[in-house]
């Protein structure tokens, strides 16, 4: 009777957070982004933006932190960079530096649950079509990267890029 008990009492433990991961995971698709800013979204609908690279329908832009008193800090973890990737307007990358402090990615785990796949590189987390991945925090690497992406629009511009680089070295012969 006793070994029933605790062998039901670690399967409903079990089953309690295997639930609750999954709806943690579903918080990073329900927040499609970061903050106010979402992923697919068209990237002319935000202010303080400076264009910083121009690859014809792939754009990159650096978001002025000045400005952005809303995008300033993760917690008490400053922002140091935010910029964002566009493809034929609709943003499919958001990359935020921030300082190496592991504090992250407690909060990260807090927010979206245990990452989908760690290893010496750093943490992923990943829907069906959003990416979360965060780089750094140790060795050379004082900064954490993270990078929420949108996967269907990424695949897109990088097809988009293949296309151009391949009509550009058949057009050098």
């Avoid at 609709?90 to 979206?112: A, E, V």
């Avoid at 590189?121 to 949108?150: A, H, P």
Wanted: glycine share 6%; with cysteine.
């Amino acid at each position: 009777m006793r070994t029933i008990k605790l062998f039901m009492t670690i399967l409903f433990s079990v089953f309690f957070l295997s639930k609750f991961n999954s709806q943690n995971i579903d918080k990073l698709k329900s927040n499609n982004g970061f903050r106010t800013i979402k992923l697919g979204s068209d990237v002319r609908n935000y202010k303080n933006l400076t264009l910083v690279s121009n690859k014809g329908e792939i754009k990159t832009y650096s978001l002025d932190l000045y400005k952005s008193p809303n995008f300033q800090k993760i917690g008490h973890i400053p922002i140091k960079e935010l910029e964002l990737k566009s493809f034929q307007n609709k943003i499919y990358s958001i990359y935020i530096t921030t300082s190496g402090d592991f504090s992250l990615i407690g909060m990260l785990t807090d927010t979206f649950g245990e990452a989908s796949h760690k290893s010496d590189l750093g943490w992923f987390w990943r829907t069906d079509n959003i990416e979360l991945s965060v780089m750094g925090g140790s060795g050379v690497l004082k900064n954490y990267y993270l990078t929420f992406v949108c996967i269907e629009i990424r695949k897109n511009a990088w097809k988009y890029e293949r296309e151009k680089e391949l009509q550009n070295n058949i057009s050098e012969f």
